[in-house]
Nanobody
Framework: QLQLVESGGGLVQPGGSLRLSCAASRFNLDYYDIGWFRQAPGKEREGISC?????????NYADSVKGRFTISRDNAKRTVYLQMNNLKTNDTAAYYC?????????????????????WGQGTQVTVSS
């Protein structure tokens, strides 16, 4: 079974940057859509970005992170990254990556949590001065 492990979270000041990693064990991610999600205390899980499988390769971003976050993948390393710049206090949350697939056709990725099959355990991001 596909297993995902997030890393890279931590404490950062407003305006700072972090890069999150989502690494897969044993399985290649080429044919999986990968999404990044976050959940703050008392709030619903929010889809913030996704990157399509080898079939589509598209990228989507939530309006709340567009222009500040960048998703990318390195299939050779079985890893997907989320570069987060200009972090704000309301970016504070537990961040999760998830995989959907394997995909068999070119369908654009989506950031709806219920569409994803496999989830990591999450990594905490705290933005505070």
């Amino acid at each position: 079974q596909l297993q995902l492990v997030e890393s890279g979270g931590g404490l950062v000041q407003p305006g700072g940057s972090l890069r999150l990693s989502c690494a897969a064990s044993r399985f290649n991610l080429d044919y999986y859509d990968i999404g990044w999600f976050r959940q703050a205390p008392g709030k619903e899980r929010e889809g913030i970005s996704c990157i399509g499988s080898k079939h589509s390769g598209n990228k989507n971003y939530a309006d709340s992170v567009k222009g500040r976050f960048t998703i990318s993948r390195d299939n050779a390393k079985r890893t997907v990254y989320l570069q987060m710049n200009n972090l704000k206090t309301n970016d504070t949350a537990a961040y999760y990556c998830a995989a959907r697939g394997p995909m068999v056709q070119a369908i654009s990725c989506i950031t709806r949590p219920g569409s994803y099959n496999y989830w990591g355990q999450g990594t905490q991001v705290t933005v505070s001065s």
